[in-house]
């Protein structure tokens, strides 16, 4: 199952703006049963735009499908019989494209475990991001996070091991930070960009977490050249590698 996920997940990761979402996962051995897996809702704008896998401590598999200009997530779970179905539709806020139109379409969903982050870069024109979890039988609204200035928060977001990376593009100077969380919403670390080309490199427009490592993007670093970022994970906090 495990595999099967991540290659759906490479899949999924290519879909954007579509409203209709279908794949085939291929057998591994002859006769085998081939499910046909298609995620499609009518009261959608921008279905597909950013999406997440996941499997929760119960052994259940997830889909999370973002509708951000409706202000939903909608929420698939494979049965007994191997089928998908929808269980639920979470709300968080409606998307509004920004001038530059990238920021709110980005990779604003994550999950691992029992928690699913939710990015929200347009939320009251500044951003913020939501934590939901499982609790064995339905996707809680755990914690939520709004900005009370502007930086696009979440417009990125990764999580692993309990340690969320949230991304603030359009920090201080347009220079950029990523933040640390821990579950429970609270701030462990704010990592800013060592480069002396620091404003406007927009640091935090990408993050991926691995066990004990952080990636971050900085695509407009050098008028636009860009410049990717390496953190390790130190036993306290990330630290450049």
């Not at 913020?128 to 939520?144: D, E, K, M, P, Q």
């Not at 066990?211 to 390496?230: C, E, F, K, Q, S």
Request: glycine share 14%; with cysteine; hydrophobic share 40%.
């Amino acid at each position: 199952m495990t595999a099967m996920l991540r290659w759906l997940s490479a899949i999924l990761a290519a879909c954007v703006f579509s409203a209709i979402l279908t794949f085939v996962v291929p057998g591994s051995a002859a006769g085998q049963t081939i499910p046909t897996v298609k995620l499609s809702e009518g009261d959608t704008l921008a279905f597909g735009n950013a999406v997440a896998t996941g499997v929760t401590s119960d052994g259940s598999a997830w889909y999370f499908v973002h509708s951000p200009l409706k202000g939903k997530v909608f929420v698939y779970r494979l049965d007994a019989s191997n089928v998908w179905g929808q269980t639920q539709v979470l709300s968080v806020d409606v998307g509004v494209i920004t001038a530059g139109g990238i920021f709110t379409f980005n990779k604003t969903l994550a999950s691992d475990g029992d928690y699913l982050v939710v990015g929200e870069p347009a939320a009251s024109g500044f951003g913020g991001f939501r934590i939901f979890t499982w609790n064995g039988a339905s996707w809680n609204l755990s914690y939520i996070r709004a900005s009370a200035s502007s930086g696009l928060r979440g417009a990125s977001v990764d999580i692993r091991r309990g340690r969320i990376a949230v991304g603030v593009p359009e920090g201080p100077n347009l220079g950029g930070t990523v933040e640390i969380y821990n579950t429970s919403g609270t701030l462990l670390q704010t990592l800013v960009t060592r480069s002396s080309l620091g404003d406007g490199e927009r640091f935090g427009t990408c993050v991926a977490l691995d066990t004990n490592r952080l990636v971050v993007g900085a695509p407009y670093y050098g008028d636009r050249v860009g410049r990717v970022y390496a953190f390790k994970w130190n036993g306290s906090q990330f630290a450049y590698e």
